[in-house]
C-alpha cells in the first residue's frame, strides 16, 4: 500500500468521495441532503489517498478547525477493501501530518450509522466530546475528538 499526501483536487480522491457520498446517501436516508452541506470537498487542503498498485483504496482529508485543532473529513475504505488496515494507515498518517502542522488535536463527526467508523476512531485513542457546529442537536451525530501529544502541543509554543 502507497500513502500520497495530496489535495482535494486529485482525481482519485474525488473519484473516492463519489463512493463515499453515494454509501452515505443510502446509509443516513433523508438526514443525508443535511450532511452533505456539511461535507464539501472545498477548502480541504491536506488529504491522504492510499492506493494499492495504482487502485485508489482509501481516502482521507482534514482541514483547520480552530487555532490548535484540524477536523479529520471524507475518511473512507470501499467495502472490497475494509478490514485491511487501510482506513488506521490513512488516519495515522492523517495524524502525523498534523503533528508535522503543529496542530496539537485532531475532532471529527461521524453518524451512529457508521458503526465502523466509530470502532476505527476509538480503536485509536479518540474519544467522545460534545457535538460541535452544526452537529450540536442532531441525534444521528457522534463528535470525537484526540490530543496528539506533548510534541505538537511544545512545537506550537
Not at 49 to 77: D, H, Q, T, W
Not at 115 to 126: C, D, N, R, V, W
Request: proline share 5%; aromatic share 8%.
Amino acid at each position: 500500500m502507497h500513502l500520497q499526501r495530496t489535495n482535494a483536487q486529485d482525481a482519485q480522491f474525488v473519484a473516492l468521495v463519489r463512493q463515499l457520498d453515494a454509501d452515505l446517501a443510502e446509509r443516513d436516508g433523508e438526514d443525508h441532503a443535511y450532511y452533505r452541506t456539511f461535507n464539501s470537498i472545498e477548502g480541504l487542503p491536506h488529504v491522504v489517498l492510499a492506493s494499492i498498485n495504482g487502485e485508489p483504496v482509501g481516502c482521507g482529508a482534514m482541514k483547520p478547525f480552530a487555532e490548535r485543532a484540524l477536523e479529520i473529513k471524507r475518511m473512507y475504505v470501499p467495502a472490497a477493501f475494509r478490514r485491511t488496515g487501510i482506513a488506521s494507515a490513512v488516519l495515522k498518517e492523517l495524524e502525523a501530518w498534523a503533528m508535522e502542522l503543529g496542530y496539537a488535536r485532531c475532532v471529527l463527526e461521524t453518524g451512529l450509522r457508521q458503526p465502523e467508523a466509530i470502532a476505527l476512531y476509538t480503536s485509536h485513542g479518540f474519544a467522545p466530546m460534545p457535538a460541535y457546529g452544526p452537529y450540536i442537536g442532531v441525534a444521528n451525530s457522534r463528535c470525537f475528538s484526540k490530543d496528539l501529544g506533548a510534541s505538537a502541543a511544545q512545537r506550537l509554543r
